[in-house]
């Protein structure tokens, strides 16, 4: 595992993706000092940023944080029944908005 950040690598990836360090900058919501701790080591990136910028140069998010020196763990997909689980707690929501409702309109 990449200790520091791989300025290197990471140069070569926009270029191959045809991405300037203004382009990753904007994808980021960062600006360019934030861009240039990132490249001196001074600043980590969050899981959101090593997914951001995987998405952009077509690789994988282990492979960004892995040349990022990242020590946050990236999350991997979200279990397969999340929809559903989501799904359920929208339904529970909606129950317990119905009861108050209820409950406001007895008053």
Do not use: C, Y
């Amino acid at each position: 595992m990449a200790l520091f950040f791989d300025a290197a690598w990471f140069e070569a990836r926009l270029k191959a993706a045809n991405l300037s360090r203004d382009a990753l900058a904007a994808a980021l919501g960062l600006n360019q000092v934030e861009i240039a701790e990132l490249w001196k080591d001074q600043r980590e990136l969050s899981a959101r940023e090593v997914r951001v910028i995987a998405g952009l140069i077509g690789t994988s998010a282990d492979d960004v944080a892995l040349h990022a020196g990242v020590s946050t763990p990236v999350s991997k997909a979200p279990p397969a029944d999340l929809e559903a689980r989501l799904a359920r707690i929208e339904r529970e929501l909606e129950d317990i908005k119905a009861q108050l409702n209820e409950r406001a309109a007895r008053r």
